[in-house]
C-alpha cells in the first residue's frame, strides 16, 4: 500500500472549468510563508479607522463587533481577537 507524502495529493480533480489548469496548488515559496498574514488580511487598517470613527479604542472596537448582526464585522472582530495572541518572531 502506497502511502503519500506531504504535500502529495491523493487525487486530482479536473473541472470543465479548469481546461489547462490544476487545482492542486505547488507548494507556496518561502517568502510567501513567512509574510502569509500580509495576504489574510483584506483591508489593513480598517478597524482601526472604525474605532476612530466610533471614538472607542481598539479594544473597544472589538467587544462591540463581536456581537454585531453583520457577519462581515463579527468576523473581523473574530480575526482582531485572534491576531492579538500571535507571536511575533524576530529575523
Avoid: Y
Avoid at 10 to 36: C, D, F, T, Y
Avoid at 49 to 75: F, W
Wanted: hydrophobic share 35%; aromatic share 4%.
Amino acid at each position: 500500500m502506497h502511502i503519500p507524502q506531504l504535500g502529495q495529493c491523493l487525487i486530482q480533480i479536473e473541472h470543465p472549468r479548469s481546461v489547462g489548469r490544476s487545482l492542486v496548488h505547488p507548494a507556496m515559496p518561502a517568502n510567501q510563508k513567512r509574510n502569509w498574514i500580509k495576504g489574510a488580511i483584506k483591508h489593513p487598517g480598517a478597524l482601526t479607522a472604525r474605532a476612530k470613527r466610533n471614538g472607542r479604542t481598539v479594544s473597544q472596537e472589538v467587544a462591540v463587533d463581536l456581537k454585531s448582526k453583520n457577519a462581515h464585522i463579527r468576523a473581523q472582530g473574530q480575526f482582531a481577537k485572534n491576531a492579538k495572541h500571535f507571536k511575533h518572531h524576530k529575523k
